[in-house]
């Protein structure tokens, strides 16, 4: 008599490969501007600093370049905050105008899982654009 296999046979990536794979699937194009503040002698400063340097990788920043992300260093013992203004057209579907993250006990995987469940959902969807195609483009694919 065997035990049946259980399980998966790989490992997985581990906590990087999960951050960054998060941090690929998050997209500004609803975002006006994001606020974040943090006390730099506070607990879980790394984690908050871990997130803004995700933010401001290139690859998100093309999602909406107009996106402005600002960083308030206090030195007060408050918790870190991300804060989100939306913009106009999202902010009147959505119904709301501003997203407020308390980052105290989360990780930098948490936030940004908290990021694209909340932000990245209210990005307003793409339009497929329909390429036409000419005589000249048809004799050129034969």
Known sequence: MS??????LSRS????SAISKNAKLL????VKRITVTFDPFGENV??????????????????NPRCIVRTNVVCDRSDPKFIVDLIPEVHEAAGFNTVKFNARHLSALEILELFNKHITTLAPKEEEVKILSTKSTKKKKK
């Not at 035990?3 to 998966?8: E, N």
């Not at 990536?13 to 990087?16: E, N, V």
């Not at 997209?27 to 609803?30: F, P, Q």
């Not at 790394?46 to 999602?63: D, G, H, M, N, Y």
């Open 46 to 63: 790394k984690q908050t600093r871990e997130v803004i340097f995700q933010l401001s990788l290139a690859k998100v920043v093309r999602t």
């Open 13 to 16: 990536g581990g906590l990087l």
């Open 27 to 30: 997209n500004l194009k609803g």
């Open 3 to 8: 035990i049946p296999i259980t399980g998966s």
